[in-house]
């Protein structure tokens, strides 16, 4: 069994060391696009002026390294007071490339818009809040809860997902391909515009792809993540068990 999977190869191989033990199976990784920040020409078709935010939420370090690459650029020096909200711890920790940690006022969730959302409580509610985006992604889970609550806030696009040249994968000798974002199916359809699924079976990871694949009318084997396939590698393992 040939898997290919969406991924740059992971820093911990050896969930997938133990399936190429236990099902023979043969994984390769290649990213099928990258995050790259806008230039500051792109970020100013969106009209936004950074000053006027007090307070600005990430949840990728993508965005952060954009954020400071365009205050930068703009000449925008980052006040002191500036308050920031981030998904997670790990993502937060990240901030410490561009400013002292222990001097300023960061917060974190644990992963979800509603945990980000929990942290605005009154005392920031007279804040104006940069909700940062990746060009395509859907913010109407984090947005609608800012509406809620009545904030103030606006979106902006940071970061932009970029096909990858895929022309050297022969999709064909592949059983098995793993997709974890609507952008590696926009970077499938424009690397292979007459692309047929046929007999190769596709795991979706993260319910943002599924949509992306029903609507390049391709069939998925397997959706996750589930409670019993948390991770990519636990996924695979779960196909190719049901497999044998």
Same mark, same amino acid.
């Given at each position: 069994?040939?898997?290919? !999977? ?28 990258? +995050? ?27 965005? +952060? ?15 002191? $007071? ?5 998904? $997670? ?13 222990? #001097? ?5 969730? $644990? ?10 409580? =009154?005392?920031?509610? @007279? ?19 800012? $509406? =809620? ?6 979106? @902006? ?11 050297? !994968?022969?999709? =064909? ?15 499938? #359809? ?15 990871? @993260? ?9 390049? @009318?391709?069939? !998925? ?24």
């Amino acid at each position: 069994m040939k898997v290919l !999977i969406s991924q740059q190869v992971p820093s911990n191989l050896a969930p997938y060391e133990i399936l190429q033990e236990k099902f023979g199976a043969e994984l390769d990784f290649h990213p099928f696009f990258l +995050i790259e920040p806008l230039s500051a020409r792109e970020f100013r078709a969106e009209h936004i002026n950074l000053p006027d935010y007090t307070a600005i939420v990430f949840s990728s370090r993508h965005a +952060i390294d954009a954020y400071f690459k365009l205050c930068e650029e703009m000449r925008f020096k980052v006040p002191e $007071t500036m308050k920031y909200f981030c998904s $997670t711890e790990a993502v937060a920790m990240y901030l410490q490339k561009h400013i002292v940690y222990r #001097k300023r006022k960061i917060f974190f969730g $644990t992963g979800t818009p509603a945990s980000i959302a929990a942290l605005v409580t =009154a005392k920031h509610k @007279g804040e104006k809040f940069l909700i940062t985006m990746t060009e395509g992604s859907n913010t109407t889970p984090i947005t609608a809860l800012f $509406t =809620a609550a009545k904030l103030d806030y606006t979106v @902006g696009v940071l970061v932009k997902p970029v096909p990858q040249d895929l022309h050297g !994968i022969d999709l =064909a000798s592949y059983d098995l391909a793993v997709m974890c974002n609507p952008a590696d199916v926009a970077s499938l #359809k424009e690397n292979f515009p007459d692309f047929k699924q046929g007999t190769l079976k596709i795991i979706s990871f @993260g319910k943002a792809v599924v949509r992306s694949l029903e609507e390049a @009318g391709c069939e !998925i084997a397997l959706q996750a993540p589930t409670p019993e396939a948390t991770s990519i590698s636990k996924a695979v393992e779960l196909y190719l068990q049901s497999a044998k």
